[in-house]
């Protein structure tokens, strides 16, 4: 596997992003300046338990838009994850999984989060948060959640130097 060079400047766009949804949740108002340009930006959904992920990640892989981009995809398991704070990946010869933590860190339970473990399924990406990931994961939170919330995504990817 090749080294994952650009994994933290991914990370560190995404965490931004989800600052941004934060900040506006918290005002009350989802309208952001965002470098000039005002945009609206759609409720992000918050999960409480491995059962309302697992329900998510099936309504997104049955997207019409998901599924004729990605017809091959394979169904996605989603399992708690215990003692640790982050949400993961996994796959394996005989399943794909989503490994979530069971309430003690709820920023891994929200949608930008989930979407971005769904992405890394979608892509067998070589390395894990390359260009391919990068490309996908934008085009599924268009899918999903709104062109604007793509824009703003791959605006901060390219302010972050991510390729």
């Known amino acids: 596997m090749t080294r994952d060079a650009q994994r933290t400047k991914v990370y560190a766009a995404e965490g931004f992003v989800r600052t941004m949804f934060d900040r506006a949740a918290e005002r009350g108002n989802p309208v952001v300046d965002f470098f000039g340009t005002q945009l609206t930006l759609p409720p992000e959904a918050r999960f409480g338990s491995v059962q309302s992920v697992a329900a998510y990640v099936e309504q997104v892989l049955a997207h019409p838009a998901v599924r004729e981009r990605w017809p091959a995809t394979t ?8 003692g640790v704070t982050a949400a993961h990946y996994e796959r394996t010869e005989n399943a794909a999984t989503i490994a979530v933590p069971e309430g003690r860190s709820a920023w891994a339970l929200r949608e930008l ?10 892509v067998d990406a ?23 919330v793509a824009h703003v995504l791959r605006v901060v990817y390219a302010k972050e130097g991510v390729r």
Do not use: N, Q, S
């Open 75 to 82: 169904p996605l398991r989603v399992r708690p994850r215990r």
């Open 113 to 122: 989060v989930i979407l971005h473990e769904i992405a890394h399924h979608l």
């Open 126 to 148: 070589d390395p894990p948060h390359g260009p391919e990931f990068v490309a996908v994961y934008t085009e599924l939170v268009g899918a999903v959640m709104g062109a604007e």
